[in-house]
């Protein structure tokens, strides 16, 4: 097999397996919007509410996830109609929105950080 026939194959795989390539970088994003991120584990297993600055840090990561993730599942229900990932992209898409409701109520103040019960209450979590 010559080379360009080798890597004429070999764009074809990738073209026909692009949907997947977003699905996936969809969902790396989506796993970076959780709010476990706002606390730090302490050695006793307890956990600590992290300091301003690195909240402030963490949140616009989590922004930032919120955009990449919708860009990703856009791009496989927009551009990939018969995608095996389309319908979970769909679903994705719209507890994308739940979630973005629960992280714009959050209010970062220098001196007052996060009230751990608040925002628990705020994000749906129950303490175990």
């Given at each position: ?19 997947y390539v ?15 991120y706002f ?78 019960e608040i ?10």
């Amino acid at each position: 097999m010559k080379k360009t026939d080798y890597i004429k194959q070999l764009k074809s795989l990738i073209i026909k397996e692009q949907d997947y390539v977003y699905y996936k970088c969809g969902i790396k994003y989506y796993k970076n919007i959780h709010p476990n991120y706002f606390y730090k584990r302490n050695p006793d297993t307890t956990f600590k509410t992290k300091t301003y600055n690195e909240l402030l840090s963490v949140l616009n990561k989590i922004y930032l996830s919120f955009k990449l993730s919708d860009y990703y599942f856009n791009k496989v229900i927009n551009e990939y109609p018969k995608s095996i990932y389309l319908e979970d992209s769909k679903e994705k898409i719209k507890l994308l929105k739940k979630l973005y409701k629960s992280y714009e109520n959050i209010v970062l103040e220098e001196n007052k950080i996060v009230n751990n019960e608040i925002f628990m209450k705020e994000m749906g979590l129950k303490i175990m």
